[in-house]
């Protein structure tokens, strides 16, 4: 699309997009389709967590309709590392049968792809984990006295993407080297204890011949490097949708304060959530950390979204004058939504991932009450995550598994909405549950949030 400056580009910046997503990235993947359809205008996703499957990834996104064959997507660490170049398949650097050492024994894993690797006094050398689906190479982890001493990863393809080298003591990660389709190291990252905490203190970025071209001190500098280098077309508008602005937000800065790079860039973060700590204290409470730099000086961004028209007056009451627009959270029918008298009344759902912050707990003690009134209620909690088996075990000691279902993670979202009559929200900074009509939320929280 011309404009008057030049060519137009637009970037959701974001931190991962795999097949099992948070809120916030389904939320970059419809909206991509809205610009596509609504605006002729394709753009591009970026994210910054390393992915060894990544291009496998986007492929399997657009099979399943989440993105289009047109959508562009790419990964700081596939940028460094020249993961995309069309001769990874004939690359040098392609792992092959571990058992060159002819004392080594190659033991198959009952029930699975993997095999364990022994050396001659029997002690385990390594295990080759492969995927269940196609027995494709996916990690090795080597051991040390049946402690892992370094992992690593591989494509699809076939090539080692990343080595992680290990404290036996600890588990912690000392350093990582991440290789490009040759072979040679692209990026060095290595971590030191300051104390009890363990954090990331150096990267490098390396030549083909294994000379340091770069250093940097933070991710953060090495994510500006990365937006410079595709953002340097002096002709052309950069416009910059961020969805993360606890992991953009320096970068941003850095790349915003060069000349180069002041006119021709435009940030427009968004707040997809409360944006303080206490939803019931809008006017005192401490601003939420994830968008603190963005509400605490409104100057730099060049617009922000928010939710609500309400959490756009609370915004400007607190926080002073911006360019701030609510836009609401979009909602993607398949068709004609169900009607309420076609559902199960009595039917709770709720969905996010099972962690501390999305509060599923109290949602679960509330609803011992609710069967206590109301005995043929039923609650169906959907998501991912570690904490899904404390809360299995929180429902078994209430004696609620015939009225409440932990489930999996579902990718037909609206469905689900439209089976129930209700849907709740108990996730932190709110410390109440909030209700609605499922499949036409209206939450009180300021923010929106469902």
Request: glycine share 6%.
């Amino acid at each position: 699309m011309e404009i008057g400056c030049g060519s137009l580009t637009v970037m959701f910046l974001n931190v991962d997009m795999k097949q099992v997503r948070t809120g916030i990235e389904n939320a970059a993947l419809l909206r991509a389709r809205l610009f596509e359809q609504h605006l002729g205008i394709v753009p591009q996703i970026l994210t910054v967590k390393y992915d060894a499957h990544f291009a496998e990834t986007q492929d399997a996104l657009c099979r399943a309709g989440l993105v289009t064959p047109n959508a562009i997507s790419r990964n700081l660490y596939d940028h460094f590392q020249l993961a995309n170049r069309d001769d990874i398949d004939s690359c040098p650097n392609r792992q092959e049968e571990p058992a060159a050492d002819e004392n080594w024994r190659v033991v198959p894993v009952a029930g699975a792809a993997d095999t364990r690797v022994f050396d001659a006094r029997n002690q385990l050398l390594m295990y080759r984990k492969c995927s269940r689906q196609t027995g494709v190479l996916e990690y090795i982890n080597y051991f040390q006295h049946h402690k892992i001493w370094r992992r690593d990863s591989f494509t699809t393809r076939g090539w080692l993407s990343r080595m992680q080298f290990l404290d036996i003591a600890s588990g912690d990660v000392t350093h990582e080297h991440y290789l490009r389709p040759d072979g040679s190291v692209a990026l060095i990252r290595w971590f030191a204890r300051d104390g009890q905490q363990r954090q990331l203190a150096k990267i490098q970025l390396l030549d083909r011949g294994g000379l340091c071209v770069q250093e940097f001190g933070s991710q953060a500098e090495l994510i500006a490097c990365w937006l410079r280098s595709i953002t340097s077309e002096v002709e052309r508008r950069y416009v910059m949708i961020v969805d993360k602005n606890r992991v953009f937000a320096e970068p941003l800065r850095a790349l915003k304060s060069s000349p180069k790079y002041r006119n021709n860039v435009v940030v427009i973060p968004v707040i997809h959530a409360v944006h303080t700590k206490d939803a019931f204290d809008i006017k005192h409470s401490r601003t939420n950390g994830n968008y603190a730099s963005i509400l605490e000086n409104l100057k730099p961004s060049d617009a922000v979204v928010v939710a609500t028209e309400k959490q756009k007056r609370d915004i400007v009451a607190r926080y002073g004058q911006g360019n701030i627009h609510a836009i609401p959270h979009p909602y993607e029918a398949t068709g004609q939504p169900t009607g309420f008298a076609d559902r199960q009344r009595y039917n709770v759902v709720y969905l996010a991932r099972y962690s501390a912050e999305k509060n599923q707990a109290l949602a679960i003690r509330a609803f011992a009450q609710v069967v206590r009134a109301v005995p043929q209620a039923k609650l169906q909690l959907y998501g991912h995550g570690s904490g899904k088996g404390a809360l299995q075990e929180q429902v078994k000691q209430l004696d609620l598994e015939e009225s409440i279902s932990i489930n999996d993670f579902v990718q037909d979202v609206a469905a689900v909405y439209e089976s129930a009559g209700l849907s709740i929200l108990t996730s932190q900074p709110g410390r109440r549950v909030f209700a609605s009509g499922a499949g036409e939320p209206e939450s009180r929280l300021s923010g929106g949030g469902l």
